[in-house]
């Protein structure tokens, strides 16, 4: 809430310049405008005031609308006109010695803020002029909000650019030389920095590690979480060969950094080149298999996430993937869109398109456009990321 009192004192130690070519008015106005507590100069002729407004400008010019030479409504346009100098948002009040129809359009025409008519009444004048002030300062205020918005929104488009440039270094740029099987991946954060998160490393039997997490957020706090899991499960999946026993190292040590305040979704994959797999999971959605036949298996062990205990268990999943069938690796981001009816899609949109489509090097384009199709034509709400792991035929 703005201090009202700041604002107050402000207005009632204004400098107004007065404008008028009798000086009898002059006198008056400046005697009325000064008990009320305004700082007042006089000018009695158009172009004196507009020397002095470009020279000292005030906060406030009364201006009287018939003066020989400039008229007051000509000292309103060039003010007005004035973009150089910074004046022509001036506030101006006309005093007119009409108050016809006619001559209230002229005061609105010329630039006026406002006019009061000839003779003068003091409270009206000196309420006039508040009103105005009020009105300059609530400009002058919603100005530097929006300066200060335009700032941070600066501020922050260069940390999400910063951040968005640390997420590039640490996501893939290539899938792995794994022979006897084809790896492809997709990635389309929301905004600029997302909190998707993937990577793999080989094993020390010919095996690959492969691993995908959803932090919370997105933009330069998830990039924060991102380069952490990205950190954590590089770090502590060496010399096992266990899914499990990695997502507990990364549980661990995850939950020493923010002791619980913050959970993330986890799973983790260990294929070997005869088409064993171990698969374990931490609050992520299933591993989905497509089978010789189209069926999809679905290995939908789902333990707690990440980051809620400091000590959790995960078990391993066991099977097999054959020669010519598809792993796929993805975060809830690939079915977040909404149906025809409006409702938000579940995973079974993604079993279905998968299970439809025909595995190529397209396959996770065609999976994407697949439940594009299904949707209302909406975009995706959240971040989108996936890996699918093909064993290759012979």
Not at 247 to 267: D, K, P, Q, T, W
Request: hydrophobic letters at 40%; glycine letters at 8%.
């Amino acid at each position: 809430m703005p201090d009202t009192t700041t604002n107050i004192s402000a207005i009632s130690a204004a400098r107004i310049l007065v404008v008028d070519d009798d000086s009898l008015s002059c006198r008056l106005l400046q005697q009325t405008l000064s008990h009320a507590g305004f700082e007042v100069r006089t000018v009695m002729d158009g172009e004196a005031a507009l020397d002095l407004v470009r020279k000292n400008p005030p906060d406030l010019l009364v201006l009287d609308f018939e003066m020989p030479g400039l008229s007051g409504a000509e000292v309103c346009r060039k003010i007005r006109d004035d973009l150089e100098s910074g004046i022509h948002e001036l506030p101006i009040i006309m005093l007119t010695a009409h108050s016809s129809e006619a001559d209230e359009i002229l005061c609105w025409n010329a630039g006026a803020n406002d006019f009061v008519s000839k003779p003068v009444s003091r409270s009206v004048l000196v309420a006039r002029i508040n009103i105005q002030l009020r009105l300059s300062a609530l400009s002058s205020e919603l100005i530097r909000q929006n300066e200060e918005l335009s700032r941070w929104h600066e501020e922050r488009e260069a940390d999400l650019d910063a951040a968005r440039h640390t997420q590039q270094v640490i996501l893939p740029t290539e899938p792995p030389e794994f022979k006897g099987w084809k790896i492809h991946t997709v990635y389309t954060p929301i905004i600029q920095v997302g909190g998707d998160i993937f990577g793999w490393r080989p094993g020390a039997d010919g095996s690959w590690m492969f691993w995908l997490a959803d932090a919370t957020g997105h933009g330069a706090s998830a990039a924060l979480f991102t380069t952490l899991a990205a950190l954590l499960f590089s770090g502590n999946s060496a010399n096992s060969d266990s899914p499990g026993v990695i997502l507990e190292r990364v549980n661990e040590r995850f939950y020493s950094v923010f002791a619980g305040h913050s959970i993330m979704s986890a799973c983790c994959l260990i294929v070997h080149p005869d088409g064993r797999v171990l698969f374990a999971n931490a609050g992520h959605p299933p591993l989905l298999i497509k089978r010789v036949n189209g069926a999809i298996e679905a290995i939908t062990e789902r333990e707690t996430m990440l980051g809620i205990h400091e000590h959790l268990k995960f078990t391993d999943a066991c099977t097999t993937i054959e020669s010519g069938e598809t792993a796929l690796l993805f975060t809830d981001g690939l079915h977040s869109l909404l149906d025809h009816n409006g409702r938000r899609m579940e995973e079974s949109a993604v079993r279905s398109v998968f299970g439809n489509i025909h595995v190529s090097d397209r396959i996770l384009d065609d999976l994407s456009n697949g439940i594009k199709a299904m949707s209302d034509g909406g975009p995706f709400l959240d971040d989108v990321a996936a890996i699918s792991i093909q064993r290759c035929r012979g």
